[in-house]
């Protein structure tokens, strides 16, 4: 079962921040939080991920609080084409049990 | 990062027939997984499939009917038997990065059931 939980939805301007919040109030020690996009009929596409400290790619920020129990994605200029449904994901990444576990994301629409 | 393909990338099936999913990957990968996205609906884990092993299968999934190859570490197939029209989703692999800790997904097949 997944273990974080996303808005359903969230619209953002064209151009304007994207913010894109998760909790993940039982996350364990070795558990990284891990973000993913599914555009409409294609395989989900990796973002980011971190365990503690704020992350930062040419795609997207990740924040974590410091507690790590939330984050927040940030697309720093949304466009059209980051409409998509974004996903919220913790895994452990070493060892036997670093599978995938999706919950049912938040689905992103970019309005001009 | 490793580039993945699916085949076939979408079928339409009879109830009762069975369908082969093919996964190739560019690069030699020790785990990759198979999911299953119903309509409207996320992503589910069917089963862990590592080179060398019996695959792992999720609560819900049983072997008899998502049988699984691994014959070596660039190839993989999911074969959904004895098809029902609630089979009808898109399945997709995904394998492990080496190096980022990264999992990477094909682009899915579209399975339609009648």
């Known amino acids: 079962d997944a273990k974080t939980t996303q808005p359903p939805s969230m619209d953002c301007a064209e151009g304007r921040a994207a913010n894109l919040p998760c909790n993940h109030s039982?996350?364990?020690?070795?558990?990284?939080v891990y973000w993913y996009r599914q555009i409409h009929s294609q395989g989900p596409q990796y973002i980011i991920h971190?365990?503690?400290n704020n992350e930062t790619n040419e795609m997207a920020s990740l924040i974590i609080t410091e507690d790590r129990k939330s984050s927040t994605l940030i697309l720093p200029h949304a466009t059209l084409r980051d409409t998509a449904v974004y996903y919220c994901?913790?895994?452990?990444?070493?060892?036997?049990?670093?599978?995938?576990?999706f919950g049912a994301g938040t689905r992103l629409t970019v309005k001009p | 990062s490793a580039v993945i393909s699916q085949k076939p990338s979408r079928d339409i099936c009879q109830r009762g027939t069975s369908l082969t999913i093919q996964c190739q990957v560019d690069?030699?990968?020790?785990?990759m997984f198979w999911y299953r996205q119903q309509p409207g609906q996320s992503l589910t884990l069917i089963a862990t499939?590592?080179?060398?092993?019996?695959?792992?299968?999720e609560s819900g999934f049983v072997i008899d009917k998502f049988p699984i190859s691994r014959p070596n570490l660039t190839f993989s197939t999911l074969t959904v038997s004895n098809m029902s029209p609630e089979d009808s989703s898109i399945y997709l692999c995904?394998?492990?990065?080496?190096?980022?800790?990264?999992?990477?997904f094909g682009p899915g097949t579209r399975l339609t059931v009648l």
């Open positions: 499939a590592n080179q060398g092993s019996e695959a792992t299968y």
């Open positions: 039982t996350i364990s020690g070795n558990e990284y």
């Open positions: 995904s394998v492990e990065g080496v190096f980022n800790n990264e999992q990477f």
């Open positions: 971190g365990l503690k």
């Open positions: 690069s030699q990968v020790t785990m």
């Open positions: 994901i913790v895994r452990v990444v070493f060892g036997n049990n670093n599978d995938m576990r």
